[in-house]
């Protein structure tokens, strides 16, 4: 068993123990590791490496999130949507002011912003349609280390201190997470019982062990102690979804994504076919037409994504979306010479004329081909920074991905429509992308947490992987940029263009943003020729490893 933060790569046929796992976290890709081990399948070990993540990655790692899986299994596409709700007490203007101004700080810190979690029926749904190992032993690696201690990394150490103001707003928190008023040092073991026994009840009852009985009334009690609206018998009323994934070919390859209530797929879909329309394959690396392109087609997507919301409510769907004549329209659109303006950008027609944020995603493929790509999510930086201190987790701030106010930026600067107002037990729109591609016996597994930026993160890395040939390590290390329609700017990280290109951009009219790092992709492949590579994405970092196993 092999751990570390680069690519990695092993040679075993595939009836033996053996699998790739990339997670944000060593400790949470070590459960992974061992769980393919010991037997177990890509859905055994997700679901393992999410629950380690819940206690070792707190900020964004969680039992009072939620999340999407899509899975490749046994030659078949699958997505669960396991995407919080809305409490059934909420309502449309709950996040405005009295005069009709929003307020933001209402959806994004307090119980007020904390939508109904979907992770632990998620989870345990994931695991009884494709688990082979008993439950419990799936969520064990995850309760020895909430009860016997893991070591604070540098990344967490960070994390609670970017949030300290917030989590000191609530004794809970800063009890567990500021002692003595400071962040736990990088290098302490940190224990945490409560958790430890919420895990165990949740590995004794499945999701009533945290959504019933003494867990969800210390949810409810935290809550409505803090002026929220999330009940008992919301947590008790939650169900997660099958649906059917996102399907198109685009550059010779199969690829399934996450449909509404997440737009990442639908974006991803149209970036890919837009992209295959233009041309942009057949590009040399060092034409600034590459960068232009995806400046124009993620422009076009993030228009889109305005009318999207819950699947009920979604003013159109990924077909009309994603329909050919659609694909052909807003490719015509594109100058190859000039930058459209975003406000001249139309939508779809009869519609509607950094901040820290955490999720977490992992990828997992198992010795029989299987693979599982999980994104879960709290929002921002430890959700809502209330810690249900009997229950040991935090609570998530889900309702901002609503459009708490029509066409007011969100905490991800998104600006969104009516389709995803705040309504009771509606899904509130996401970006996240898990995402699976195939051809013939080689496939890949990815995504990223990055609010906006996880699409276009998720798109760049499989559009070098499918169209540009490169190794998983170096597409998931080369440098990124993003647009999201508003604001109308394209973002670059530091090293992703050269003078020539900052030069070419600026002359087609693109005004750019320079941040430091844009999304932390985790990817796992396996190739027809048996073998794997898992790659952990150094912007975070994480931890990826391959399994050399022996026979089942």
Not at 243 to 263: C, K, V
Not at 497 to 524: C, K, P, Y
């Amino acid at each position: 068993m092999a751990c570390s933060p680069a690519d990695r790569r092993g040679t075993l046929p595939r009836s033996q123990v053996a699998g790739a796992v990339a997670s944000a976290e060593k400790a949470a890709t070590e459960v992974g590791l061992e769980v393919l081990g010991a037997g177990g399948g890509a859905v055994d070990a997700a679901v393992a490496v999410a629950l380690a993540l819940a206690v070792v990655q707190p900020q964004a790692g969680n039992l009072g999130g939620g999340g999407f899986a899509v899975v490749r299994w046994e030659g078949e596409a699958f997505a669960l949507d396991f995407r919080e709700t809305a409490p059934a007490a909420a309502h449309h203007d709950m996040f405005l002011a009295a005069d009709g101004s929003p307020r933001p700080e209402a959806s994004r810190t307090g119980a007020l912003a904390a939508g109904v979690p979907g992770s632990p029926s998620g989870l345990h749904e994931l695991h009884r349609r494709f688990g082979t190992l008993p439950w419990r032993r799936v969520v064990q690696p995850a309760i020895d280390l909430a009860r016997d201690g893991f070591v604070v990394t540098p990344r967490l150490h960070e994390a609670i201190d970017t949030a300290r103001s917030s989590l000191a707003r609530f004794e809970s928190s800063a009890r567990v997470w500021l002692p003595h008023g400071e962040p736990p040092r990088p290098g302490a073991v940190m224990r945490l019982p409560a958790l430890a026994a919420t895990l165990q009840a949740y590995a004794e009852k499945g999701p009533m062990g945290v959504t019933g009985g003494a867990a969800a009334a210390a949810v409810e009690r935290a809550v409505l102690a803090d002026g929220g609206i999330l009940t008992a018998a919301d947590l008790g009323a939650y169900r997660p979804v099958w649906r059917e994934p996102i399907r198109f070919t685009a550059h010779g390859w199969e690829i399934a994504s996450m449909p509404l209530p997440s737009s990442g797929g639908i974006i991803l879909g149209q970036t890919l076919l837009m992209l295959e329309r233009l041309g942009w394959g057949a590009l040399l690396a060092e034409d600034p037409r590459r960068e232009h392109f995806l400046a124009e087609v993620w422009r076009r997507a993030f228009a889109d994504r305005y009318l999207l919301g819950d699947p009920a409510t979604s003013r159109v769907d990924a077909d009309s979306l994603l329909a050919d004549d659609w694909m052909a329209r807003r490719a015509g659109e594109i100058d190859p010479e000039r930058a459209t303006p975003s406000e001249q950008v139309g939508r779809w027609p009869g519609g509607e004329t950094e901040i820290a944020g955490d999720t977490t995603h992992l990828s997992v493929a198992d010795g029989a081909g299987n693979v599982v790509a999980l994104t879960t999510t709290l929002n921002g930086l430890f959700g809502c920074a209330l810690l249900v201190e009997e229950a040991g987790f935090f609570l998530n701030n889900e309702m901002d991905d609503f459009a708490a106010a029509i066409d007011a930026p969100n905490l991800f600067d998104l600006v969104q429509g009516e389709a995803n107002a705040v309504r009771p037990g509606a899904r509130m729109l996401s970006s996240m992308t898990p995402t699976v591609a195939w051809r013939g016996d080689d496939v890949i597994a990815l995504g990223s947490p990055g609010g906006g930026k996880i699409p276009t993160a998720t798109a760049r890395v499989l559009l070098h992987l499918i169209v540009d040939g490169m190794p998983m390590s170096r597409a998931v290390a080369h440098p990124r940029t993003h647009h999201q329609w508003q604001p109308d700017e394209l973002w670059v990280e530091p090293d992703a263009l050269g003078d020539v290109h900052r030069s070419e951009l600026g002359r087609r009219g693109h005004r750019l943003r320079e941040v430091q790092s844009m999304g932390e992709v985790h990817g796992v492949r396996v190739l027809a020729d048996g073998t794997w590579e898992a790659v952990a994405d150094a912007r975070g970092p994480g931890a990826s490893g391959v399994l050399d196993g022996a026979p089942r």
